[in-house]
């Protein structure tokens, strides 16, 4: 983690808060499961003020490591190291909701018919400039689909190369399934994904239709990442833990709202984060 300088606050990829106050820093780490930690940090601050934002007919938001470029409705167009490396194709980070019937509990299983088919969210407004400058830069965009409201917040922190996505959901529409989808700019055969210990590898092609079926959503514990030797790129999620990774193609489960066992066990307010992060 950088240092802020003096008398500010910031927060990393971790969610970490630092104060600091003559070359002194006190960090705080945000409280999971009610457990926290705080230490001090002596040294030299560093400059913080790297996070823009320029609004026109395409947005670019960028800091030190990252140009990223948005449309008005919050769609990815593209996400560049200053290298010039480019990680996603456009449009990603795409909000699709999709009608499922699954053949029996559909708390537990899926259809994959139904998610083939999914739909955008509509756009309501222009975007909402929270942070422009200084440590942050960031937007909030509001969608809808028939009675939810979703707000996405997307920003850029100085100091770190890490793109980071919250969705607050407001969910009122039951057998409905939300799912973010990303194109990246990589082509591999293969995907890693976190588990218990360690990682595990799954083909992204499957070249046999039982496969498929197993594949369509796999679990993760906190990322994926697709490499292919010359870039990568991993999605984070701390919470959400269904992945569909087809070719370039990558999904992440967001929500559902299932009917069977428990009518109402979807419908609630929820917040999601989502992280890309370029190697």
């Known amino acids: 983690m950088e240092v802020p300088t003096a008398d500010t ?7 970490d808060e630092a104060v600091g106050t003559n070359g002194e820093y006190l960090v705080k780490t945000k409280p999971i499961q009610g457990i926290g930690a705080t230490w001090s940090i002596t040294g030299e601050p560093v400059n913080n003020g790297e996070a823009y934002l320029e609004v026109a007919d395409t947005i670019t938001m960028g800091n030190e490591y990252l140009e990223l470029k948005l449309s008005p409705r919050g769609e990815i167009l593209g996400l560049k190291d200053r290298k010039g490396t480019n990680y996603f194709n456009e449009p990603s980070n795409l909000l699709l909701v999709h009608l499922y019937r699954p053949p029996m509990f559909d708390a537990w299983e899926l259809d994959p018919s139904g998610l083939m088919n999914g739909h955008l969210l509509e756009s309501l407004g222009k975007p909402n400039i929270l942070s422009n400058g200084g440590g942050a830069a960031c937007l909030e965009f509001s969608k809808k689909t028939g009675r939810p409201i979703v707000k996405m917040r ?20 039951r057998l409905r399934y ?15 994904f976190e588990i218990p210990y360690g990682a595990i590898s799954r083909s992204t092609m499957p070249d046999d239709p039982m496969k498929y079926v197993l594949l369509y959503e796999v679990p993760a514990l906190r990322w994926m990442d697709l490499s292919d030797g010359e870039k990568g790129l991993a999605i984070i999620s701390l919470h959400k833990h269904g992945y569909t990774v087809f070719g370039d193609k990558i999904g992440l489960a967001l929500h559902k709202a299932p009917v069977v066992p428990d009518p109402y066990s979807g419908i609630s307010k929820i917040q999601d984060n989502i992280s890309p992060l370029p190697p």
């Open 9 to 15: 606050v910031c927060y990393n990829s971790k969610q």
């Open 154 to 173: 997307i920003c850029l922190f100085s100091g770190s190369p890490l793109v980071r996505i919250d969705v607050n959901l407001d969910w009122k529409d």
């Open 178 to 192: 939300l799912k973010a989808l990303f194109e990246a700019y990589i082509w591999t055969d293969k995907a890693w």
